[in-house]
Antibody
Framework: QVHLVESGGGVVQPGRSLRLSCATSGFTFNNFGMHWVRQVPGKGPEWLAVIWYNGRNQQYADSVASRFTISRDNSKNTLYLEMASLRAEDTAVYFC???????????????WGQGTLVTVSS | DVVLTQSPLSLPVTLGQPASISCRSSQNLVYSDGNTYLNWFQQRPGQSPRRLIYKVSDRDSGVPDRFSGSGSGTYFTLRISRVEAEDVGIYYCMQGTHWPLTFGGGTKVEIK
């Protein structure tokens, strides 16, 4: 059974950094591309970033491209999102999402984690 | 960016009656491999989204057969043949053909 468990969320001041993790189990992690998606409570989801199975290709939404970095450690079956220069508008629930394929030329989400809440506030 | 426009925003339905949600794309969603990467997700209150339908009309394992997807190009539909109480939630379409990936604004299904 596929499990994706995000952690690392919390309250952070504007301008500070935070790293989210997504621990995975129940599947062969290095065979799948992975995404980060966020959702402001009461709003629709927003895709943020994707990383291919081997970590060699990443792509970002314009809204976070210069501030967020997606990475993965296949030896630990874990996905990361490094977030810098955080702003109030980054407040949201952050989800890691598995793609159905290793190389994500076109995206096909399948499994979502339960999410971790990030609140950017002074 | 591809804009996905869902309608209606809110859908009150009587138990046992059908429901239909539309998703219109600002661009054609057929990818160069011939597939159309249009998914439908259900988000129940307090839960993360769950995929119901992928590539327009393929139903995920464990999804009741009362859910079906159809469409092509720029116009897509999710149908629920007979709404049950557990179907309450917000439904989102999402396209995976063009970058950045985008979601529709959501349709809230509730019981009358």
């Amino acid at each position: 059974q596929v499990h994706l468990v995000e952690s690392g969320g919390g309250v952070v001041q504007p301008g500070r950094s935070l790293r989210l993790s997504c621990a995975t189990s129940g599947f062969t992690f290095n065979n799948f591309g992975m995404h980060w998606v966020r959702q402001v409570p009461g709003k629709g989801p927003e895709w943020l970033a994707v990383i291919w199975y081997n970590g060699r290709n990443q792509q970002y939404a314009d809204s976070v491209a210069s501030r967020f970095t997606i990475s993965r450690d296949n030896s630990k079956n874990t996905l990361y999102l490094e977030m810098a220069s955080l702003r109030a508008e980054d407040t949201a629930v952050y989800f890691c999402v598995r793609d159905a394929r290793p190389e994500v030329y076109a995206a096909n989400f399948d499994y979502w984690g339960q999410g971790t809440l990030v609140t950017v506030s002074s | 960016d591809v804009v996905l426009t869902q309608s209606p925003l809110s859908l009150p339905v009587t138990l046992g009656q059908p429901a239909s949600i539309s998703c219109r794309s600002s661009q054609n969603l057929v990818y160069s491999d011939g597939n159309t990467y249009l998914n439908w997700f259900q988000q129940r209150p307090g839960q993360s989204p769950r995929r119901l339908i992928y590539k327009v009309s393929d139903r995920d394992s464990g999804v009741p057969d009362r859910f079906s997807g159809s469409g092509s190009g720029t116009y897509f539909t999710l149908r629920i043949s007979r709404v049950e109480a557990e179907d309450v939630g917000i439904y989102y379409c999402m396209q995976g053909t063009h970058w950045p990936l985008t979601f529709g604004g959501g349709t809230k299904v509730e019981i009358k």
